[in-house]
């Protein structure tokens, strides 16, 4: 697994048990009502499982497995800005779904958007035959 | 394929046909009527697709396809993949159970709830305890 890979999995890792850890304490809290701020945190619970740790797994195994030209990853340096782009995007939504910033929020989209159009961009090429060009 | 990577990936298929037979009568109950417990399921049923389905597939297929661990080891330490397997479905399974019931009458289904959910995060501890030291470059080769 290259370096890469291994930063953007283990990055997802984390936003799987912190996503679970949201998910855990809200599902708490409908069987044993305690406080009412745990569903507020059910978008970041969502946003952290969905962007954070799956689609982040899937940038991960994507730039590891997808295939390679004469044994390069060529524009890796477009896979680096998606999987900044998309955490930074991911942390800003959650902390704007959390605490009512919606600019935040908004912003965070944007860098999810930047990131996915980024990771499309270098995986576009990588996509094709065994053996074609 | 190996065995729990086995029990993984059909224990995920039956969740998403068991969640689209749900939602196919949800969808159904919404348009001619039907009971107020299926209707309110809906969380429910999104999260036998995310959880069980989606996420269960993916842990199945990292435990199979991931870098070894060591050469000893290749598959890593395997009792929490077992565990967060085992956890993963009881927890869920609970969560579908109870979250109907508690909308319906309450009384100890809440208990139920919350330990359904405590079990699924217990499970997402042991599977990132587990694949954890399965992310990893190449080994390297003996000396």
Known sequence: MPALSIWVARSALLQL???????????????????????????????????????QLAVAVGYWILPRR????????LAVVAALLLNAGVGAVVLGASFGWP??????????????????????????????? | MLPLVRLYVRTALLWLVIAMALGLAQAFAGWRGGPGWLIAMRATVWHMLAVGWLNQLIWGVAHWMFPAASREQPRGWLAPAAAAYALLNVGLLLRVVAEPMLLEGGGGWGAVLAVGGVLQWLAA???????WPRVRGPLRRRA
């Open chain 1, 17 to 55: 048990l912190l996503g679970f850890s949201l998910g855990a304490l809200a599902l708490w809290n409908k069987g044993f009502a305690l406080v009412a701020w745990p569903w507020r945190l059910v978008p970041a619970h969502v946003e952290l499982l969905l962007l954070g740790w799956m689609a």
């Open chain 1, 103 to 133: 600019g935040a929020v908004a912003l965070g989209r944007a860098l999810e958007l930047g990131a996915v159009v980024a990771f499309a961009a270098h995986a576009w090429p990588r996509v094709r035959a065994a053996g074609g060009t």
């Open chain 2, 125 to 131: 501890l042991g599977f990132v305890l587990h694949i």
């Open chain 1, 70 to 77: 004469a044994g390069q990853r060529p524009r890796a340096w």
